[in-house]
Nanobody, 118 residues
Framework: QVQLEESGGGLVQAGGSLRLSCATSRNIFSFNVMGWYRQAPGKQRELVALLGRDSSTNYADSTKGRFTISRENAKNTVYLQMNSLQPEDTAVYFC????????????WGQGTQVTVSS
């Protein structure tokens, strides 16, 4: 059973920063892709950032230039550094991990709340 545990959420003023962490119960390189998604009240879950096993990255247009996804292999942890936070970044942030072989599998963390006040 794969476990993803997020931490680092909280309340921050607009313009501030937070760093989210996602610790995995498995070797981080066993996943093809890891990433972060978010879901605001009344909205669908949306992509924030992805990090491939090959270190390729993909960001939502709304987070490019402000958010950075990275990993620390020795700790089997993925991070999301969030700078210049705005009230519209308020959401529950979820860690996601995927494997493609032998079958496609997807795992989610329970989420961590990020609230940005104006």
């Amino acid at each position: 059973q794969v476990q993803l545990e997020e931490s680092g959420g909280g309340l921050v003023q607009a313009g501030g920063s937070l760093r989210l962490s996602c610790a995995t119960s498995r070797n981080i390189f066993s996943f093809n892709v890891m990433g972060w998604y978010r879901q605001a009240p009344g909205k669908q879950r949306e992509l924030v950032a992805l990090l491939g096993r090959d270190s390729s990255t993909n960001y939502a247009d709304s987070t490019k230039g402000r958010f950075t996804i990275s990993r620390e292999n020795a700790k089997n942890t993925v991070y999301l550094q969030m700078n210049s936070l705005q009230p519209e970044d308020t959401a529950v942030y979820f860690c996601n991990a995927r494997t493609y072989l032998p079958v496609r599998s997807e795992y989610w963390g329970q989420g961590t709340q990020v609230t940005v006040s104006s």
